[in-house]
């Protein structure tokens, strides 16, 4: 007999919740069963957009003991609170990103999960995508050799110009690094291993922004987080990464991720998106860009870190969107300010084990066919 799919919960019914349910609701092992929100009416208008059977207020969707996975899309600064709330009613939890705003709540988190035997995700699952699949595929292969250094950069300009309800990018949790760097910090991580130690500058080059967006165009922002973050990172295996994301920056033409190998470099996609291009040049054949066929398939959208959390459920191992990476990745994240601040290198207390590669072919065959995610 086939076991029943996994009921999910949404808990945070803004922007980005209609990519989730569209998505989630593409794989069989996921049912959308419920939708909840500080603000009833917006749990309600998704319900009704995407077929989903209840929209209730939160600690109802928390109470409902049918419900095994809520995914967290609330601002960041709600993250913490809304799955320790979703721990402590017996329920596994996805987080967007960033995993907490602190340390301390992020480990809170991991431990309550550890000690109630639960599960916790955290967002981005892009590295799940076709384009850092193949990347992967590419290093585990030795087609660039060991991995010498990284470079990555998010140059942009904030997004005051186009998101509805702008402000939380520029409060403690948002900025530039809390944002954008996770897409960047969890691909390095899954391409090239943890890091050990961390330097970093930071700083806020325009302390108000004027919100040009609707519907809260010409109302002003005052600026509480860095908008300007440089870092650099020692990786465990001795790789050297360089990273930039600002919110400071009104034009770039730098690449999104590099990695250099002993034997050649590799051009990695955006790490925000799930496809290509991959493209390496090797020793014997430098001087242009060959692209890599994406070995892998997904290139759906958020979601695929759910389902593959879902999977871990059933098979009882780690989901590769791990809190334990998303840790990680918070751990390097305030590592920078640390640095930035203190005038000195970070030595991390915190590691993670990579994510396992997902097999090649079908993505939900592969995600139910893989044991262990390590
Ligand atoms: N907008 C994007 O393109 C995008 C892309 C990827 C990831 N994200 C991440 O997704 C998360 C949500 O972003 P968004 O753009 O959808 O934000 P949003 O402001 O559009 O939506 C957030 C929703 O959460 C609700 N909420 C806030 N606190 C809550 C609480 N304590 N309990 C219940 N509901 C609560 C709000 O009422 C709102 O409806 C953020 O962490 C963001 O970093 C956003």
């Known amino acids: 007999m086939t076991e029943p799919p996994v009921k999910v919960g949404v808990i945070g019914c803004g922007h980005i919740s209609g990519t989730y349910v569209s998505v989630m609701k593409t794989f069989g092992i996921l049912d959308v069963a419920a939708c909840a929100d500080l603000d009833l009416a917006r749990a309600r208008a998704r319900a009704a957009e995407f077929g989903v059977p209840r929209a209730c207020r939160v600690e109802e969707l928390l109470a409902d003991p049918a419900i095994q996975i809520v995914v967290n899309l609330t601002i960041p600064r709600a993250h913490g609170e809304v799955a320790l709330a979703a721990l402590e009613a017996g329920k596994c939890v996805y987080n967007e990103k960033p995993l907490a705003v602190s340390r301390a709540e992020g480990h809170r988190l991991v431990e309550m999960a550890r000690q109630r035997g639960l599960l916790v995700g955290c967002a981005p699952d892009t590295f799940l995508g076709a384009g850092l699949q193949t990347c992967r595929k590419v290093i585990d292969d030795g087609q660039i050799g060991e991995p010498v250094a990284a470079t990555a950069f998010m140059m942009s300009h904030g997004h005051e110009t186009w998101h509805p309800d702008p402000a939380f990018y520029y409060q403690p949790g948002g900025g530039p690094m809390f944002d954008m760097g996770p897409y960047y910090l969890t691909a390095l991580v899954s391409l090239i291993g943890p890091v050990r130690r961390v330097t970093g500058a930071t700083r806020i080059t325009f302390p108000e922004r004027t919100i040009t967006s609707q519907p809260h165009y010409g109302e002003t922002i005052a600026v509480k987080t860095a908008t300007h973050v440089a870092g650099l990172m020692d990786f465990a295996n001795g790789a050297i990464g360089t990273i930039i994301t600002t919110f400071d920056v009104w ?124």
């Open 251 to 374: 034009a770039s033409s730098l690449p999104p991720i590099e990695i250099y190998g002993t034997q050649g470099s590799l051009s990695v996609p955006d790490p925000n998106g799930f496809g290509g291009p991959v493209r390496v040049q090797r020793l014997g054949e430098l001087g242009a860009w060959r692209e890599v066929p994406l070995t892998h398939a997904y290139r759906g959208n958020r979601g695929i870190g759910v389902a593959d959390m879902a999977y871990a459920l059933r098979a009882r191992r780690l989901p590769r969107a791990s809190g334990e990476i998303a840790y990680h990745v918070l751990d390097v994240m305030q590592a920078f300010e640390d640095s930035s601040r203190e005038g000195r290198h970070i030595e991390l207390t915190s590691t993670c084990r990579r994510p396992a590669p997902l097999p090649l072919g079908d993505t939900e065959k592969g995600l139910g066919r893989h044991g262990s995610s390590n």
